[in-house]
T-cell receptor, first 112, second 110 residues
């Protein structure tokens, strides 16, 4: 009965590899997000999709590509991983931003 | 200037104490305001929304001052379980996203 679920929870990979993180929500929300939390704990938005359409694309390297096959899923693919990509990536969803977000439990990515 | 600014702390208080956190935001067009709580190695969770008239939820009271672009959170009778990082969050309606402060860390000691 998890509301927003992300997989995997932990990901350790070498520089240069390509990896994907998956996110699914069963709340019926229209909007989904990817946030990155760096080592200083600062949460920064990367992307947002509303009903499968990209509505927010912050200044993120184009090695990061989100994909939303339907409004309940938002996946994140990262090409050519770099050391600086190490962080916790959180997926979130909302019905309306005014009601706040529900977050997934995060994916801790470590690039070695 | 950061869009949402908070004192990082840590605030180290004894059980039973009252503690207050403040937050300022830069965009006067912001319409929605929240406090989130984040435990170590966990996801942020919504603690409470902040309304113009101020609102209370048990031991927690949130206040908004639009003129000064300032939000506060007051915790009364602190419990050990209140130890966490408290994130001030502001919605910028024009960009349909939530902007998070870097958080204020609270440590409640026995």
């Amino acid at each position: 009965d998890t509301a927003v679920s992300q997989t995997p929870k932990y990901l350790v990979t070498q520089m240069g590899n390509d990896k994907s993180i998956k996110c699914e929500q069963n709340l019926g929300h229209d909007t989904m997000y990817w946030y990155k939390q760096d080592s200083k704990k600062f949460l920064k938005i990367m992307f947002s999709y509303n009903n499968k359409e990209l509505i927010i694309n912050e200044t993120v390297p184009n090695r990061f590509s989100p994909k939303s096959p339907d409004k309940a899923h938002l996946n994140l693919h990262i090409n050519s991983l770099e050391l600086g990509d190490s962080a916790v990536y959180f997926c979130a969803s909302s019905q309306e931003v005014n009601y706040g977000y529900t977050f997934g439990s995060g994916t801790r990515l470590t690039v070695v | 200037r950061k869009e949402v600014e908070q004192d990082p702390g840590p605030f180290n208080v004894p059980e039973g104490a009252t503690v207050a956190f403040n937050c300022t935001y830069s965009n006067s067009a912001s319409q929605s305001f929240f406090w989130y709580r984040q435990d170590c190695r966990k996801e942020p969770k919504l603690l409470m929304s902040v309304y113009s008239s101020g609102n209370e939820d048990g031991r927690f009271t949130a206040q908004l001052n639009r003129a000064s672009q300032y939000i506060s959170l007051l915790i009364r009778d602190s419990k050990l379980s209140d130890s966490a990082t408290y994130l001030c969050v502001v919605n910028d309606r024009s960009s349909y996203k939530l902007i998070f402060g870097s958080g204020t860390r609270l440590l409640v000691r026995p």
